[in-house]
């Protein structure tokens, strides 16, 4: 379902890093050829991540594929949310800054992308 942003501040230009902007160009070939494959079936939706015909994919399927995902990868149950620590982690791990960090996530004070949510 769509829903609008939190607040004013959450409409933004965020700047990415090289890894992130790779991600998602190589995540828009594997689109194009959905959309391809697809053909007449494809439903522009405007979304990023879609279905492989082009729709909304369900928040349902999301969370069922994740723990699929942590299963076989024979971790410890992990909450969905988990992965917005891991992210800002990986990020510190990978010497973003701080504040490009903040940014990304929209945090406007810095003390609480680190105190919160980087972790070693």
Same mark, same amino acid.
């Given at each position: 379902?769509?829903?609008?942003?939190?607040?004013?501040?959450? +409409?933004?230009?965020?700047?990415?890093?090289? /890894?992130?902007? %790779?991600?998602?160009? $190589?995540?828009?070939?594997?689109? %194009?050829?959905?959309?391809?494959?697809? =053909?007449?079936? @494809?439903?522009?939706? =405007?979304?990023?991540?879609?279905?492989?015909?082009?729709?909304?994919?369900? %928040? +349902?399927?999301?969370?069922?594929?994740?723990? $699929?995902?942590?299963? $076989?990868?024979?971790?410890?149950?992990?909450?969905?949310?988990?992965? @917005?620590?891991?992210?800002?982690?990986?990020? =510190? $791990?990978?010497? /973003?800054? /701080?504040?490009?960090?903040?940014?990304?996530? =929209?945090?406007? %004070?810095? +003390?609480?992308?680190?105190?919160?949510?980087?972790? /070693?």
């Amino acid at each position: 379902m769509l829903m609008p942003v939190k607040s004013a501040k959450s +409409r933004r230009i965020v700047e990415l890093p090289t /890894v992130c902007i %790779d991600a998602l160009r $190589a995540h828009r070939e594997r689109q %194009d050829q959905e959309r391809y494959l697809a =053909g007449s079936r @494809w439903k522009e939706s =405007g979304y990023i991540f879609t279905s492989t015909i082009g729709t909304p994919i369900d %928040d +349902r399927k999301i969370l069922k594929e994740f723990n $699929a995902l942590v299963a $076989a990868a024979r971790l410890p149950k992990q909450r969905f949310h988990d992965l @917005w620590h891991a992210c800002i982690s990986l990020l =510190g $791990a990978m010497s /973003v800054t /701080v504040k490009v960090i903040a940014g990304i996530v =929209g945090h406007s %004070d810095v +003390r609480l992308t680190q105190t919160i949510y980087q972790h /070693v």
